[in-house]
Structures are given as structure tokens and as C-alpha cells.
């Protein structure tokens, strides 16, 4: 027998998941279960009343009727166990774009700061990456207020930039993610509006580190999915279906993921629901998408769109991107110990003045295995530029920040000559003008493209050559990594540019460049390619009988 809440906006939604009346997601079936769970667990409340009055204040002041899936999250939100505390303190909503996830968050926002939820100094701040979408819920219930302002203007205070409860001394607020002037916060309640955009957890970090302190403290994590790779959302993602998996057993974390399951979902209208819990009630959300869906053989940004944004599918632009994003998260797997075994070295930097990369590269038969390392110039003027995380990555011992007006390149080989120590490094593998900065230091350490021919110069043709190598690599999941980050991010910073097609002469074959200059960096993945172009250097990966490694070491 299913369990039951006693709650009806809660049971009547998961019985319409359970039974398949309401085409749903694996995440949110698992959901269903995980719900039902922890609210029939002994002791647990469900303030009704508190859920009833709260829909009907947001529907009278709002001027809407809530769905079904609204209805649900609302009843989530007042569960309680016997010590009064909630159990669900933190909620991750993902959906597609369009089914008015903004709209019922501002409801929600004003309602908690109301003496009818009952905290006093209930403050809710609300985050975003850009100014004009942290203000979008918080425009919605200024609006609301100007619109009933003769009935609500003795219980609240509202400016372009404040409303607060009288009664309760509750703020609305909004603000963007710069994490640096936001310490000393004393919210109740945070709101993080399209969390697929934040490349790092600096801002969420802040804001949480004087959060807690309020009577039933909630976080609100509200999305679509997006383009960032290995972001704040991958990682969420990861926490929410180990949850789901019942990984983390004890957890107060409410993942509610609605997305398709494949590529058959989104051709099949009737599946779009998994993605878009809106839809039954939205006519001109179902026109919408459909005229997009018609579109998807002629626009590739409407298909990419639609794949990442409607159906939370996230699918890279097929046209240039290196690989999609599941391949590149299949290399994260643990790397064995490749002691004693033959490799190949690759290099690459765009500029000493910005980021230069060091890949180690094995084979094991149609296995590739690679780790490396990566330094950045502190100095150079566009390092504010690059969102990614790399002080973590410096902290996890994979990127070293190079105070000085450029990256030494005896830092490099210095590197390469310790960690050639364990294996047999056959040739190093760099283009011409890299070679140019580096052959002084290269020669220290024993390396040398006409003086020991253990050096490989590497062109464009090359390149192209191993291309579909890569490409067959990532996609039967042969590349092993380990835990690499900047990596991951490097591969999702490259595009593959057909050959010749500028010219009018298209190849067939293609190259790879930088997706963008000065933001999004490829040198981490471009060592990797470099070491690629003499894999057939480390021969069957075993060192045998070779002599002992030729590297100098001072």
C-alpha cells in the first residue's frame, strides 16, 4: 500500500506520478518515493492550515490560481518534525524555461515574510547573477503591493529597493552574486534565481555563512539547466541525486528535478510535461514550444535551446562542440596506478602571460589515461575575466598561480622532470613556437627536438589527424582522468572548426579553437591533444626492459 500524507495537495500529486497520470521524470519518481518517506515518518506535521492560508493569500493578492505542482511545493514547505524544526530546509527546483517558477517564488517570498507564517524578522534575500534577474521577483511583489496598496499600505514598507512587513519587521531584498559586499547578511530565507549560471559557490558561500540563525531558516534554489559545465548546478545536481539514490540518508534537502529522460521525450508532446510541470495549464506555453520544436531541423540554437532549456536535457551546440557534456563527465573516473609505465608529454600555453598546461598521457589499448598540471599568471590583466573556480583547483593541488609577470618555464620542466621520476617518458610533444620559449629548459632536463629527438613539433595537420581519435575516445568513454576539473572545463571552453570552410574548400576535417579568447581557456586539453599526436610513442604502455629515464634533473 503507498504511503500517505494526510495532506491532499501532497498526496493527490505524488499518486498522479506514482500511477503515471502525470508523465514524470526517473528523478522525480524517485522524488515521489523520498517524499513520501520522510513525511509519514513518525511524528512528522503538515500545517495544513498554514498551507491553505498561505495559498490564499498569494492567490488573492497575486491575482492567480496555483497549479498543482505549486500547490505541492507549498504544502513541502510547512512540514515539521516533533522539535519543530522543518523537514525540508533547503528545496532545488529545476524546470524548463516558461512555467512560471519566478512568479510563484514571489508569492511564496511575500507570503513568509506575513504574520500569517508567524517568524518574526523573516528576512528574504533574494540572489542572481545580474541586477535584472535578482529584481524579477522582487518587481512581482512590488507591483502586487502598488496594486493593493489601499488595503496593504498600513502592514508594509516599500521602495525600488526594499518592501518590509510592518507587523513582522521582514525584508524583502534583492541582490546580485558579488560575493564580496554581501558578509553580514541576517536572512531567514535566500532565493538563488537561475542557479545554472553561477560558475562558482563564492556568493552562495557568503551569503550562507550568516544564515541559520531565524526560526525555520529555508534556502530556495530555483533553475533551468544551462550551458556552465561543472558548475554550482552540476554539483547540486550530483548532492540531489545522491539524496535521491539514498546516498545521504539524514538529508533536509528537497530535489525536485523536472526534466525529459532522453531524446524520445522530446519528440513525444505528450512527454514535454516531465520537463515542464506548467504545460496542462499554459496554453500559450504548449504554442510556444511547439512552433520551437518545429523549428528544431532548421535553427540549431532553437534546438540547442530547446534541449537545454525546455527539457533540461543539457546538449552542447552540436555543431561545435568538442563532445557533449556526458562524455566529458564519464572521464571522471579513479585513475589506476600507472607506475612504471611508458607516456607521452604534451604541452601548451597560449601565452606565458596567461595559462600553460602539462598533460601525462598512458594507453592501455583503447584505454587513455591522463593527469597533468596547469599554472595562470596572477599578473595578467585578464584573469578577472575567467570564472572559474581555480583557487579550488589550486587548493586540490591541480593549478599553481604564478606570481610574476609571466610563467617561467623552468616551471614546467621542473615539473615534468620530478613526475617523469615514476615512468618512462618516451617524447614530449609541443608546437614550433611553444617549442621556441621552452627548448633552454626542455634541454636542461634531457629533451630535444634535433639534440635527443625526443622531442616532437607539432603541426595543425597533426591536430586534425588525431582529432577523430578524440572524438571516439570521449564518445565510448576511454578517457580516464580522474578527478580533473580544469580539464573538464578546458574541453568545454574548445569548438572543433571545420578545415578549409572559410576558404571554400571544406576538408572534412577539423581543428580545434577557443570558444571564447579571453574567458574560457583550452590549453589544459590542448596539452592532452599535443601528448595524443606520439600516443603511438608508449607502444603497449609497458616499460619492459627499457633503459633508465632519460631526464636531467638540475
Known amino acids: 500500500m503507498e504511503k500517505r500524507t494526510g495532506c491532499k495537495y501532497i498526496d493527490v500529486y505524488l499518486d498522479a506520478i506514482r500511477t503515471g497520470a502525470r508523465p514524470s521524470s526517473k ?51 510547512h512540514c515539521y ?110 532565493i538563488f534565481d537561475e542557479e545554472h549560471e553561477y560558475e562558482n559557490d563564492d556568493s552562495i558561500r557568503v551569503f550562507k555563512s550568516g544564515f541559520g540563525k531565524r526560526r525555520h531558516s529555508r534556502v530556495f534554489k530555483i533553475t533551468t539547466n544551462g550551458y556552465v559545465r561543472d558548475g554550482v548546478l552540476d554539483k547540486d545536481l550530483e548532492i540531489a541525486h545522491a539524496v535521491l539514490n539514498g546516498e545521504i540518508p539524514d538529508s533536509r534537502l528537497c530535489p525536485l528535478l523536472y526534466k525529459a529522460d532522453g531524446e524520445e521525450d522530446v519528440r513525444d508532446k505528450t512527454a514535454w510535461v516531465k520537463a515542464c510541470p506548467s504545460l496542462p495549464y499554459l496554453e500559450n506555453l504548449r504554442i510556444q514550444m511547439e512552433q520551437e520544436f518545429t523549428a528544431l531541423a532548421y535553427d ?50 597560449a601565452s606565458l602571460r596567461d595559462w600553460a598546461a602539462v598533460d601525462f598521457h598512458f594507453q592501455r589499448g583503447s584505454e587513455r589515461l591522463d593527469f597533468g598540471h596547469y599554472w595562470l599568471c596572477r599578473r595578467n590583466p585578464d584573469l578577472n575575466r575567467v570564472k572559474a573556480p581555480w583557487r579550488a583547483w589550486a587548493d586540490m593541488g591541480l593549478v599553481t598561480p604564478v606570481d610574476d609577470v609571466e610563467i617561467a618555464p623552468e616551471l614546467l620542466t621542473e615539473y615534468i622532470a620530478r613526475t617523469a621520476q615514476e615512468y618512462y617518458v ?31 613539433l607539432t603541426r595543425p595537420s597533426d591536430i586534425m589527424k588525431v582529432q577523430p581519435i578524440i572524438d571516439s575516445c570521449f564518445n565510448n568513454h576511454w578517457f580516464t582522468w580522474g578527478d580533473n576539473p580544469p580539464l573538464r572545463w578546458a574541453v568545454n571552453n574548445t569548438k572543433l572548426v571545420r578545415s578549409g570552410r572559410r576558404e571554400g574548400t571544406d576538408t572534412g576535417n577539423f581543428y580545434y579553437a577557443k570558444i571564447e579568447a579571453k574567458s574560457r581557456k583550452t590549453d589544459p586539453f590542448m596539452a592532452l591533444a599535443a601528448a595524443m599526436c606520439v600516443e603511438e610513442d608508449n607502444g603497449t604502455g609497458l616499460s619492459g626492459d627499457l633503459p633508465e629515464l632519460g631526464v636531467i634533473i638540475g
Open 81 to 190: 518534525y516533533p522539535d519543530d524544526t522543518l523537514v525540508f530546509t533547503e528545496f532545488l527546483i529545476m524546470m524548463g524555461r516558461g512555467n512560471g517558477k519566478n512568479g510563484f517564488i514571489s508569492g511564496l517570498a511575500w507570503y513568509l515574510t506575513t504574520p500569517d507564517h508567524g517568524v518574526q524578522g523573516y528576512n528574504v534575500d533574494i540572489i542572481a547573477n545580474s541586477e535584472d534577474q535578482a529584481k524579477t521577483s522582487f518587481e512581482d511583489v512590488y507591483e502586487m503591493l502598488e496594486r493593493n496598496w489601499g488595503k496593504l499600505k498600513r502592514f508594509f514598507y516599500k521602495s525600488r529597493e526594499l518592501i518590509k512587513s510592518l507587523r513582522t519587521g521582514s525584508y524583502i531584498k534583492f541582490n546580485t552574486s558579488n560575493a564580496r559586499t554581501k558578509d553580514g547578511k541576517r536572512s531567514a530565507c535566500l
Open 27 to 77: 528523478e522525480m519518481r524517485q522524488a515521489a518515493e523520498y517524499i513520501a518517506g520522510k513525511l509519514t515518518a513518525p511524528g512528522v506535521v503538515i500545517d495544513a492550515e498554514k498551507t491553505e492560508r498561505a495559498r490564499e493569500l498569494i492567490e488573492k493578492y497575486f491575482g492567480m490560481v496555483l497549479m498543482d505542482w505549486e500547490l505541492f511545493v507549498l504544502a513541502l514547505v
Open 426 to 456: 618516451k617524447t614530449v610533444a609541443l608546437d614550433n613556437f611553444r617549442y621556441a620559449l621552452m627548448r633552454d629548459a626542455l634541454l636542461k632536463i634531457g629533451f630535444g627536438a634535433k639534440e635527443f629527438g625526443n622531442v616532437y
Open 300 to 349: 540549431k540554437s532553437t534546438e540547442l535551446d530547446f534541449y537545454t532549456k525546455r527539457m533540461n536535457l543539457p546538449r552542447s551546440n552540436m555543431e561545435i562542440a568538442v563532445t557533449e557534456w556526458a562524455n566529458i563527465a564519464a572521464t571522471n573516473t579513479p585513475l589506476p596506478d600507472l607506475r612504471g609505465l611508458t607516456c607521452t608529454v604534451g604541452i601548451d600555453y
